[in-house]
């Protein structure tokens, strides 16, 4: 096991950890609320480190990220455990198991995964995904360090739960986030996730202000978060605070772990598509068979520059250097 990060010790052998906002109170013995760091003899341990239970060679896409290294592929990496509860959890089997209920979990270290990524021909990183990569903070920040000598990027994937110093320790380590914003609600983060709003909305704006690309992704739940007005002052939020450049992926929910609601109605999907596209430059559905709503459209001339069926990607109107072949106007996508 490896000694964790970001802990403070406290009376009859108990540890703080401070990593993501619960802070919480281990007793020895005991784990955390994300099932993965471990108290042990008064100091805390991640049993994370170096214990992958998937690792996939994805489309960036599939991340999602549809404006970093378009039509290109990268080595996906995940552990178990996660610091939210989602009752609509989309990847429980992962997050919501600790290591040791995993069996399919195996043992390597940064500089064996660093070997992997770079004998992928075609791969431009790492992701780290599948399960909160925050829970396997020491693993990742190890992993990202070798990755970026090595010439490769890291993307991640994650809820925004971090506590901002260590989101800003990580920051120059991380070439592109995809946050999930699950809600404009704390009642909802409260009652469907165990977490709180605000942390998610903080890590945004740091990662926003280090000028770090990012795109978020909101799972669209029917009578959980689908009031048009909240959802409207969310992509508002979104256009002031961090730019209407950055892109929305508004994604179809389907019935998972321990919701049973049915899957999202296509129409409202398209209801919040409309939405958001009058504050942002660049919304997409996922999740659905919808080619007309997942290409990236020119914010000037409205040209179709990248257009997407499944994980086929086809930058037809994209010059080499990112602007619209028909208008010039140059569109925020991470090229090379
Ligand atoms: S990372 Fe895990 S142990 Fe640490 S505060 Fe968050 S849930 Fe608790």
């Known amino acids: 096991m490896h000694e964790a990060r970001f802990y403070i010790s406290e009376k009859e052998g108990k540890v703080r950890c401070t990593l993501c906002p619960h802070e919480c109170l281990v007793a020895e013995g005991k784990h955390g609320s994300c099932k993965v760091r471990l108290n042990q003899d008064g100091k805390l341990f991640s049993e994370v480190y170096g214990r992958i239970a998937a690792l996939n060679l994805d489309p960036i896409e599939k991340k999602p990220l549809y404006h970093f290294f378009p039509g290109q592929q990268i080595l996906s990496v995940g552990t178990a455990g996660c610091n939210l509860h989602c009752l609509f959890c989309q990847n429980d089997s992962l997050s919501q198991h600790g290591v040791d209920e995993n069996r399919h979990s195996i043992t390597t270290d940064p500089a064996a995964l660093m070997r992997k990524a770079l004998a992928v021909p075609g791969n431009i990183g790492i992701a780290y995904t599948y399960n909160e990569p925050f829970v396997f903070y020491e693993f990742m920040a190890d992993c990202a360090r070798q990755a970026h000598q090595a010439g490769l990027r890291n993307v991640v994937v994650s809820n925004g739960y971090l506590n901002p110093a260590p989101l800003q320790e990580l920051l120059p380590l991380i070439d592109a986030f995809n946050i999930d914003l699950k809600a404009f609600s704390d009642d909802f983060y409260r009652r469907q996730t165990g977490g709180r709003l605000q942390p998610v909305l903080e890590s945004l704006q740091i990662i926003a202000e280090a000028k770090k690309h990012l795109e978020i992704t909101n799972l669209v739940i029917p009578t959980l978060n689908d009031s048009a007005e909240e959802f409207e002052s969310m992509v508002q939020w979104i256009a002031e605070k961090l730019g209407k450049a950055v892109p929305l992926h508004l994604s179809r929910y389907f019935p998972a772990y321990r919701l049973s609601l049915p899957p999202t109605p296509s129409v409202l999907l398209e209801k919040f598509y409309r939405i958001a596209r009058g ?41 080499p250097d990112g602007k619209c072949a028909d208008c010039g106007y140059p569109v925020p996508v991470v090229l090379n």
Do not use: K, M, Q, W
Request: aromatic share 12%; proline share 5%; glycine share 2%.
């Open 279 to 319: 504050y942002l430059d660049f919304v997409y559905l996922g999740n659905v068979s919808d080619d007309t709503r997942s290409a990236t459209y020119c914010p000037n001339c409205l040209a179709p520059l990248i257009t997407r069926h499944r994980y086929e990607t086809n930058l037809n109107r994209l010059t």
